[in-house]
């Protein structure tokens, strides 16, 4: 069965840092772009920061530019978020995504993987961040 594990959420406080990990199982993730989005409380998904499938293309959503690195690790099936001067609005549930929403269908831009987060029928458990003092 493919999915991810995703992990590294927690309780940080505002200013503060954490590093998620995405890991592919059952699949090779180095074939895939992927996707890090985030579901907060009451609201929809939104893209948070994806990378093409050699990583030399990344696309970060308005709201996490400059504070937020994606990067990836094929060797290790794993793709991280390096998430900085983490803020309140933050807090959300964090997962990832394959860049192929739907069987036949591949998105091949970074930039239109994250806007589309709607394109997805189903989320993975994903890993909670929550920001607050």
């Known amino acids: 069965q493919q999915q991810f594990v995703e992990s590294g959420g927690g309780l940080v406080q505002p200013g503060g840092s954490l590093r998620l990990s995405c890991t592919a199982s059952g699949f090779t993730a180095g074939y895939y772009g992927i996707g890090w989005f985030r579901q907060a409380p009451g609201k929809e998904h939104e893209g948070v920061a994806c990378i093409s499938a050699t990583g030399s293309a990344t696309y970060y959503g308005d709201s996490v530019k400059d504070r937020f690195t994606i990067s990836r690790d094929n060797a290790k099936n794993t793709v991280f978020l390096q998430m900085n001067n983490l803020k309140p609005e933050d807090t959300a549930v964090y997962y990832c995504?394959?860049?192929?929403?739907?069987?036949?269908?591949?998105?091949?831009?970074?930039?239109?993987?994250?806007?589309?987060?709607?394109?997805?029928?189903?989320w993975g458990q994903g890993t909670q961040v929550t920001v607050s003092s």
């Open positions: 995504q394959t860049d192929r929403p739907t069987p036949g269908l591949r998105v091949t831009s970074v930039e239109t993987m994250c806007n589309a987060p709607n394109q997805y029928e189903h």
